[in-house]
């Protein structure tokens, strides 16, 4: 098994700045691709963002210019800087990963970490 711990989520100001962490442990041969999904009340889940083991990456149009994703593979962890917060920001945000393990690739979830951004 695959567990996910996210953290760094919290309330700030609009224009301000959070910083999300997401470390990988378990039994697996390797992480591949990890990202950052959200998903706010009464809307579907999102991706935000989503980072390849080589660093390639894949940005919704709306966080470009303000959300950096970062990954330390040596760490299996995955960041996600965020600036120039707005409301529209505000979601529960989930750290995603797909897993290398045995026979095969899974993809697992964080529980979700809280991003408030007040007007």
């Known amino acids: 098994q695959v567990q996910l711990v996210e953290s760094g989520g919290g309330l700030v100001q609009a224009g301000g700045s959070l910083r999300l962490s997401c470390a990988a442990s378990?039994?697996?041969?390797?992480?591949?691709?990890m990202g950052w999904y959200r998903q706010a009340p009464g809307k579907q889940r999102e991706l935000v963002v989503a980072?390849?083991?080589?660093?390639?990456?894949n940005y919704a149009e709306s966080v470009k210019g303000r959300f950096t994703i970062s990954r330390d593979n040596a760490k299996n962890t995955v960041y996600l800087q965020m600036n120039s917060l707005k409301p529209e920001d505000t979601a529960v945000y989930y750290c995603?990963?797909?897993?290398?393990?045995?026979?095969?690739?899974?993809?697992?979830w964080g529980q979700g970490t809280q991003v408030t951004v007040s007007s």
């Open positions: 980072i390849t083991r080589g660093g390639n990456t």
């Open positions: 378990g039994r697996f041969f390797s992480i591949n691709a």
């Open positions: 995603n990963a797909n897993a290398l393990l045995l026979a095969a690739s899974r993809d697992y």
